[in-house]
């Protein structure tokens, strides 16, 4: 019987970011991650250490847990973590499709699943070089590959600096096929701390002015809405 | 020859709300409407006191100055108001998308174009009641059928109430066809004072867990970002 690491499931809240912004979302995070991003936000679904604080759940689990907190409604599940990738998400995109739950997953690109054709939309997020990962460009068109048939999918990439701006212009050429969503990097992710609200809009406007001011005109800049309207609480 | 009252033609800068929500865009604000919204955030588009303030354009004089402004590099233009659809666009939009110019338009529904078929995106916004105004839902719908052929129709509503939610309820079991923006509303418009950013994403917060709470997982929920960005500033 296939079980899960599970970081957390909370919702129904709108996604933050990205090509679903603003849509109803149960988010289901999943524990592990081949990365180690200098910046990572999510840190409790990454490392090892908070292990012990995730939940072993078999795919009815997850979907008992969706359905008690959508009330039973169908909405969009959004799987993230973590890499989602890297455990097999299958039966609970069956389950759930079944009973109308659309799925999107957000991954880096680093390990494809067959799954990936099931999704609704499959968010592909290569971290830029800020993070301190590489990305092997051989696994990401994998991914693709393996996404086809899902609904759409998009390419999303985090930008702090001049640095990474430059390689997400390359990205973009890489993979034109791909709508893609820039959004800025926030160096502020401890949770016990609160978000600057007016840095954050800064950083915001520098996407903006560097992107408009480039004549590039093919990415949507979006910010992390969650980090504008939450700072870094989790589970919400 | 026919000429247009265009109050501003401002970007390029990214798109702040709805369907189009971070996309490059320069914005075209025709001068003059039909109604007289209480909370209506561009009075300076609208009452006729402005006017003065309003140039007299050719549609080749606006694309021109839309291809300055983006260094001649076709990307998404958004006519929008006052209420653009009581003038005649069609030129303009003949001339863009020539040159590979993409058109949004957004409007409240009250009058029909047959220009709204040429357009990659129409956006309804009927005004809910805290507005003051009364939908007229055969118009809204005759606009509709003139927009048959242009890329996607989608509506958006303001919501600064309880009252507003209901009637934003109603308007969607009335139109389930068209994917649906809710956006809480902005009380302050004055762009003399600065916004509050915490009360607008406490409003916001009220929305989501307004729809969340709701059950109501089919509207997508997002904020004015560049009231968020730029306060009530205009030209931005
Ligand atoms: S890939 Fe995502 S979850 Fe993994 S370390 Fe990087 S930011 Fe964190
Ligand atoms: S329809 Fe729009 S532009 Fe016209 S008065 Fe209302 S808010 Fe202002």
Same mark, same amino acid.
């Given at each position: 019987?296939?079980? @899960?690491? *599970?970081?957390? !499931?909370?919702?129904? =809240? !709108?996604?933050?970011?990205?090509?679903? *912004?603003?849509?109803?979302?149960? $988010?289901?995070?999943?524990?592990?991650?081949?990365?180690?991003?200098?910046?990572? %936000?999510?840190?409790?679904?990454?490392?090892?250490?908070?292990?012990?604080?995730?939940?072993?759940?078999?795919?009815?689990?997850?979907?008992?847990?969706?359905?008690?907190? +959508?009330?039973?409604?169908?909405?969009?599940? +959004? *799987? +993230?973590?973590?890499?989602?990738?890297?455990?097999?998400?299958?039966? /609970?995109?069956? !389950?759930?499709?079944?009973?109308?739950?659309?799925?999107?997953?957000?991954?880096?690109?680093?390990?494809? &699943?067959?799954?990936?054709?099931?999704?609704? =939309? @499959?968010?592909?997020?290569?971290?830029?070089? +800020?993070?301190?990962?590489? =990305? %092997?460009?051989?696994? $990401?068109?994998?991914?693709?590959?393996?996404?086809?048939?899902?609904?759409?999918?998009?390419?999303?990439?985090?930008?702090?600096?001049?640095?990474?701006?430059?390689?997400?212009?390359?990205?973009?050429?890489?993979?034109?096929?791909?709508?893609?969503?820039?959004?800025?990097?926030?160096?502020?992710?401890?949770?016990?701390?609160?978000?600057? @609200?007016? &840095?954050?809009?800064?950083?915001?406007? #520098?996407? *903006?002015?560097? /992107?408009?001011?480039?004549? #590039? $005109?093919?990415?949507?800049?979006?910010?992390?809405?969650?980090?504008?309207?939450?700072?870094?609480?989790?589970?919400?």
């Amino acid at each position: 019987m296939t079980t @899960l690491r *599970i970081a957390e !499931i909370f919702g129904p =809240t !709108i996604q933050g970011e990205g090509a679903l *912004i603003g849509e109803p979302t149960v $988010f289901v995070r999943a524990g592990g991650c081949d990365y180690r991003c200098s910046w990572c %936000d999510s840190m409790h679904a990454v490392d090892s250490a908070y292990r012990h604080d995730w939940a072993v759940m078999t795919p009815e689990d997850v979907m008992a847990e969706v359905r008690r907190l +959508s009330g039973g409604k169908p909405l969009t599940v +959004s *799987i +993230s973590g973590g890499n989602p990738a890297i455990q097999d998400f299958a039966p /609970v995109i069956a !389950i759930g499709k079944e009973e109308g739950y659309r799925f999107a997953c957000e991954t880096q690109g680093s390990v494809s &699943q067959p799954w990936f054709a099931d999704l609704d =939309t @499959l968010v592909l997020s290569p971290k830029p070089p +800020s993070s301190g990962e590489k =990305t %092997d460009w051989h696994k $990401f068109t994998r991914c693709l590959h393996q996404a086809k048939g899902c609904g759409q999918a998009v390419m999303k990439i985090v930008v702090f600096d001049d640095t990474d701006y430059a390689w997400a212009k390359a990205a973009a050429e890489r993979h034109p096929e791909l709508p893609l969503y820039l959004q800025p990097g926030n160096p502020e992710v401890d949770p016990e701390l609160p978000v600057d @609200l007016n &840095q954050a809009t800064d950083r915001l406007l #520098w996407l *903006i002015e560097k /992107v408009t001011g480039d004549g #590039w $005109f093919t990415p949507r800049v979006l910010p992390q809405l969650h980090v504008l309207v939450w700072g870094n609480k989790r589970g919400v």
